[in-house]
């Protein structure tokens, strides 16, 4: 059994920046693809940025490319998301998740979730 507890949310003018972590606790999380999942009022849940076990290949969705960066620090139990330029069409729910593999994670095969943060973005 994995939890995952994210923390970094909170309320930000567009153009601004937030980092969201992600702290795993139980089985190692070197062992598992991770990624970051939203989901904002009114729509489905879609996929943001998915990371490799080490950290070597990492994917983002072509709306955050070039303004997200995601990484992860397996010694810490720690994943981020590093959020830049916000827009105010980023406002969701931020999820972070851990599956098998990277690849699996995209496809929506989560073994883990956390509960979730808010992030707001106004115009």
């Known amino acids: 059994q994995v939890e995952l507890v994210e923390s970094g949310g909170g309320l930000v003018q567009a153009g601004g920046s937030l980092r969201l972590s992600c702290t795993a606790s139980?089985?190692?999380?070197?062992?598992?693809?991770a990624g970051w999942f939203r989901q904002a009022p009114g729509k489905e849940r879609e996929s943001v940025a998915a990371?490799?076990?080490?950290?070597?290949?990492?994917d983002y969705a072509d709306s955050v490319k070039g303004r997200f960066t995601i990484s992860r620090d397996n010694a810490k139990n720690t994943m981020y998301l590093q959020m830049n330029s916000l827009k105010p069409e980023d406002t969701a729910v931020y999820y972070c998740?851990?599956?098998?593999?990277?690849?699996?994670?995209?496809?929506?095969?989560?073994?883990?979730w956390g509960q979730g943060t808010q992030v707001t973005v106004s115009s």
């Open positions: 998740a851990a599956g098998s593999t990277l690849r699996t994670v995209l496809a929506g095969t989560v073994d883990y």
């Open positions: 990371i490799s076990w080490s950290g070597s290949n990492t």
């Open positions: 139980g089985r190692p999380f070197s062992r598992y693809g």
